[in-house]
């Protein structure tokens, strides 16, 4: 079971208005939020104690947005194995650009932190506000994006300075480090646009998440955001074309295919005139008609409607995403089109996909 919950909540809401249809596409992270934007999604790593660093143990982070009136207001930290914080919330002052943590300890005692972002907008530093309490918790998520560290320095008494006593070092979940990856190679989520993690179906079309908070919001209002789906799938749809990274992975994954109308079948290739009857044909015998290349591109052509073709397309967004690590969002597409399209290849595929990650 998830142990403890962090929330980050900011004082203020700065988002777009939701009837406004050119602003659908636009981000609506308050500004007090931004240096942790990239700390959505899950993370897993280890705690390390600095009096014993043989003696670790393991951590999992899960990073959610809040949302308040459609726009998000906090995020939300769950954790496995944290020996810090069971659960809490930080609140924003815009007027003293002071952030206050006020929770649980992981034995249920009241703690609270309030402190401010360093010069570098990456390090959230936080002292216990308690009487007698010297403790300094830190966050900070490192450059690459997909990794951050948590730390806590404490002050013992008589002590000329703080000396540090755990560090968490965590990696976001699905990501390859050696390969270089980062986020800007994720699926972007339908709510935030940040790197998505996970997706959600709805009458029958899957759309990308980054997390359970832009879950819950996508669920309370799918309307808004299946026509903010099409509109960012029609614009990506004007050019059709899939880009690869330097990490090859694809920055257009096929998560948004089915959203656009599918492309035309080609047109036909002309085909020859008939010949003119020679001196045998006068005698009224018809000219041999000419028969179809069924090796033209045209023959061979999938129609709109096959089903096969569509299933292709689900089966690409799967595999994608099951290369990304995304298995929860992977087995979504697999699933749909083992039940949609069961004749196919695609289904036969997407069945032994389920029953390996299933195991």
Not at 296 to 322: F, M, V
């Amino acid at each position: 079971m998830l142990g403890g919950a962090l929330a980050l909540v900011v004082g203020m809401a700065i988002g777009q208005n939701s009837s406004d249809a050119s602003d659908e596409s636009a981000r609506a992270i308050p500004d007090a939020f931004a240096p942790f934007e990239h700390l959505i999604g899950g993370w897993k790593g280890t705690g390390i104690p600095t009096a014993n660093r043989v003696k670790g143990w393991p951590e999992r982070h899960l990073w959610a947005w809040k949302f308040a009136n459609g726009h998000p207001a906090a995020i939300s930290l769950t954790t496995e194995g944290s020996k810090i914080l069971a659960k809490g919330q930080l609140d924003y002052d815009p007027a003293t650009k002071r952030y206050r943590l006020e929770g649980a300890d992981p034995s249920g005692k009241p703690i609270a932190f309030q402190g401010q972002l360093d010069a570098s907008g990456k390090a959230l530093t936080l002292d216990r506000v308690e009487q007698g309490a010297k403790d300094r918790l830190t966050i900070r998520l490192n450059t690459n994006m997909i990794r951050y560290t948590m730390w806590l320095d404490r002050q013992e008494p008589g002590a000329p300075q703080f000396s540090r006593v755990i560090e968490m070092n965590l990696g976001k979940e699905g990501e390859a480090f050696a390969a270089g990856a980062t986020v800007a190679d994720l699926p972007k989520c339908i709510v935030t646009g940040g790197a998505a993690t996970m997706s959600v179906t709805h009458e029958g079309k899957s759309y990308p998440l980054c997390c359970t908070g832009c879950r819950d919001e996508f669920l309370e209002n799918p309307e808004k955001y299946v026509k903010k789906a099409l509109l960012r799938a029609q614009a990506a749809g004007t050019t059709n074309q899939k880009t690869t990274s330097a990490t090859g992975l694809r920055k257009d994954d096929g998560a948004f295919d089915g959203l656009v109308d599918a492309p035309q079948p080609a047109k036909p290739a002309a085909q020859p005139a008939p010949a003119k009857p020679d001196a045998k044909s006068k005698s009224g015998a018809k000219p041999e008609e000419p028969k179809a290349d069924s090796s033209s591109p045209a023959a061979n052509q999938p129609s709109i409607s096959d089903p096969a073709a569509k299933a292709a397309s689900l089966l690409r967004s799967a595999q994608s995403l099951e290369k990304l690590g995304k298995t929860s969002a992977a087995l979504d597409y697999y699933r749909q089109i083992v039940s949609k399209f069961p004749n196919t290849a695609q289904a036969k595929a997407a069945a032994d996909r389920i029953k390996v990650l299933m195991k």
